[in-house]
């Protein structure tokens, strides 16, 4: 018996047809948003263009310390970013605008686990319940903080957006911060399909019975985002 779930195809009749031979066709079953077993809040914030994508992106770190406060409940929270340099600059301004209310154990814990970190940056920033993960980071670095942000014990992770598509964190609080991404030399929009799977990290089914998605994107974009986390627009 061969299962298929996927939402990433823009036509899932196609695919059924492609599975199917001439002896056994496939069936073909689609599922709606109530099917999910956490209920997914989805947001999209716009924000004015600047003339340089680097500083329109650099810009939405100061905004994530109000997203965070006003979306993520005091449960963990996820952060994608486009690039490794990224995840630090706004771990790093996070880190300075963000109070985390934390229990004196529980920041003893984050102080146990920080003297563990190669990389001297997180192991500033994890004390003040903050992390930055991309693949840069030594190996026995990233499973430790996807260890405690899995655990609970880490308010907030700022990671690469292939975070999306390999290791399974789910959290309460998705944000994609920019929706644009540096390839190829300059700045494009992420497929629909990344968008999709980032969302699709929000809502821990053994946790919550809720959970939110935060697109930042361009004034200009707001419209394809609403249609997208709308369902009206095909995935690519």
Same mark, same amino acid.
């Given at each position: 018996v061969l299962c298929v779930m996927c939402?990433?195809?823009?036509?899932?009749? #196609? &695919?059924?047809?492609?599975?199917?031979?001439?002896?056994?066709?496939?069936?073909?079953? @689609?599922?709606?948003?109530? /099917?999910?077993? &956490?209920?997914?809040? !989805? $947001?999209?914030? @716009?924000?004015?263009?600047?003339?340089?994508? *680097? =500083?329109?992106?650099?810009?939405?770190?100061? !905004?994530?310390?109000?997203?965070? @406060? %006003?979306?993520?409940?005091?449960?963990?929270?996820? &952060? *994608?970013?486009? %690039?490794? =340099?990224?995840?630090?600059?706004?771990?790093?301004?996070? &880190? =300075? #605008?963000a109070r985390f209310v934390l229990t004196s154990q529980h920041r003893q814990r984050l102080q146990h686990t920080s003297h563990s970190f190669k990389d001297a940056k997180l192991r500033d920033f994890v004390v003040?319940? $903050?992390?930055?993960?991309? +693949?840069?980071?030594? +190996?026995?670095?990233?499973?430790?903080? #996807?260890?405690?942000?899995?655990?609970g014990d880490l308010p907030v992770l700022i990671a690469t957006s292939t975070l999306a598509m390999g290791v399974?964190?789910? +959290? /309460?609080? $998705? $944000?994609? =911060?920019? %929706?644009?991404?540096?390839? @190829?030399?300059?700045?494009? #929009?992420y497929s629909e399909s990344q968008v999709v799977q980032m969302i699709g990290r929000a809502g821990r089914p053994q946790f919550d019975t809720t959970a939110t998605a935060v697109i930042m994107t361009r004034h200009e974009t707001r419209h394809k985002y609403e249609m997208l986390v709308g369902g009206t627009q095909l995935i690519e």
């Amino acid at each position: 018996v061969l299962c298929v779930m996927c939402v990433c195809f823009s036509s899932m009749v #196609e &695919v059924a047809t492609w599975l199917s031979s001439p002896d056994l066709s496939a069936a073909l079953h @689609s599922l709606s948003e109530e /099917h999910r077993p &956490v209920r997914l809040r !989805k $947001v999209v914030l @716009s924000f004015p263009s600047s003339k340089s994508s *680097f =500083k329109f992106d650099m810009s939405l770190n100061y !905004k994530l310390c109000h997203i965070i @406060s %006003t979306y993520a409940e005091d449960k963990p929270a996820l &952060v *994608f970013c486009s %690039t490794r =340099k990224g995840t630090q600059q706004a771990a790093g301004i996070l &880190v =300075k #605008e963000a109070r985390f209310v934390l229990t004196s154990q529980h920041r003893q814990r984050l102080q146990h686990t920080s003297h563990s970190f190669k990389d001297a940056k997180l192991r500033d920033f994890v004390v003040c319940g $903050v992390a930055f993960h991309h +693949a840069g980071l030594d +190996a026995s670095d990233r499973s430790a903080l #996807e260890a405690l942000f899995a655990h609970g014990d880490l308010p907030v992770l700022i990671a690469t957006s292939t975070l999306a598509m390999g290791v399974n964190l789910p +959290a /309460h609080l $998705v $944000v994609i =911060k920019s %929706t644009q991404q540096y390839a @190829s030399g300059g700045f494009q #929009e992420y497929s629909e399909s990344q968008v999709v799977q980032m969302i699709g990290r929000a809502g821990r089914p053994q946790f919550d019975t809720t959970a939110t998605a935060v697109i930042m994107t361009r004034h200009e974009t707001r419209h394809k985002y609403e249609m997208l986390v709308g369902g009206t627009q095909l995935i690519e």
